[in-house]
């Protein structure tokens, strides 16, 4: 037998207790045409450095894709708002279904074991894809006029923030309409019953 040495013991469980793990995501639903916010929770996720020379390498950092039994669909990483506990990530337009969320650190993907303690499709590392949370114009009027023309949209729509001006929308959701176009043109929100911006 060999004898031990306390530095080799020391890298193998610093290497072992440092693998990153998933723990849970917010929200677990959201809209089919993309764009929901995704914070996945959990350590051992890539931290942003102030310089590194891997930086341009498309492995470097966190990688999170969306999994279904039918498809598999990234999920684009927000780097400045990651850390070492915490991934923020878009999703993109995918089918409804169910999608169970996959993290590559630095190019190695984490495995299935570490993912929600090895219960990959439990409710607390699952997404949904539902129409109810998926925004839709039901109606536009007047259907034409000329340049200068007040619109009205109506449909289910989620916020009543335009811009950044505000954080939060009057349901307490902290989503926002960053701009609108109509025909190619921007168009100024205006807010109801007011020629106020």
């Given at each position: 037998?060999f004898?031990?040495?306390?530095?080799?013991?020391?890298?193998?469980?610093?290497?072992?207790?440092?693998?990153?793990?998933?723990?849970?995501?917010?929200?677990?639903?959201?809209?089919?045409?993309?764009?929901?916010?995704?914070?996945?929770?959990?350590?051992?996720?890539?931290?942003?450095?102030?310089?590194?020379?891997?930086?341009?390498?498309?492995?470097?950092?966190?990688?999170?894709?969306?999994?279904?039994?039918?498809?598999?669909?990234?999920?684009?990483?927000?780097?400045?708002?990651?850390?070492?506990?915490?991934?923020?990530?878009?999703?993109?337009?995918?089918?409804?279904?169910?999608?169970?969320?996959?993290?590559?650190?630095?190019?190695?993907?984490?495995?299935?074991?570490?993912?929600?303690?090895?219960?990959?499709?439990?409710?607390?590392c699952?997404?949904?894809?539902?129409?109810?949370?998926?925004?839709?114009?039901?109606?536009?009027?007047?259907?034409?006029?000329?340049?200068?023309?007040?619109l009205?949209?109506?449909?289910r729509?989620?916020?009543?923030?335009?811009?950044?001006?505000?954080?939060?929308?009057?349901?307490?959701?902290?989503?926002?309409?960053?701009?609108?176009?109509?025909?190619?043109?921007?168009?100024?929100?205006?807010?109801?019953?007011?020629?106020?911006?």
């Amino acid at each position: 037998m060999f004898p031990l040495n306390p530095s080799v013991l020391f890298l193998a469980l610093w290497c072992c207790c440092s693998a990153g793990r998933v723990d849970n995501l917010l929200p677990h639903i959201g809209s089919y045409n993309g764009g929901t916010k995704i914070t996945i929770f959990g350590a051992g996720f890539a931290q942003k450095k102030p310089f590194s020379l891997s930086q341009t390498d498309e492995n470097y950092g966190n990688q999170v894709r969306l999994v279904s039994d039918h498809l598999s669909v990234p999920c684009d990483v927000e780097k400045d708002s990651t850390h070492g506990t915490m991934i923020h990530c878009y999703t993109r337009p995918m089918p409804r279904d169910q999608y169970v969320v996959e993290v590559s650190v630095d190019g190695v993907s984490l495995p299935d074991s570490s993912i929600c303690r090895g219960r990959i499709k439990s409710y607390h590392c699952s997404f949904y894809t539902v129409w109810y949370r998926t925004p839709t114009i039901s109606e536009l009027s007047p259907s034409s006029g000329p340049p200068g023309t007040l619109l009205t949209l109506r449909g289910r729509i989620f916020t009543d923030v335009y811009g950044s001006h505000r954080g939060i929308s009057s349901n307490g959701r902290n989503t926002k309409l960053l701009r609108v176009y109509v025909a190619g043109m921007p168009c100024e929100m205006l807010k109801p019953q007011s020629d106020e911006l």
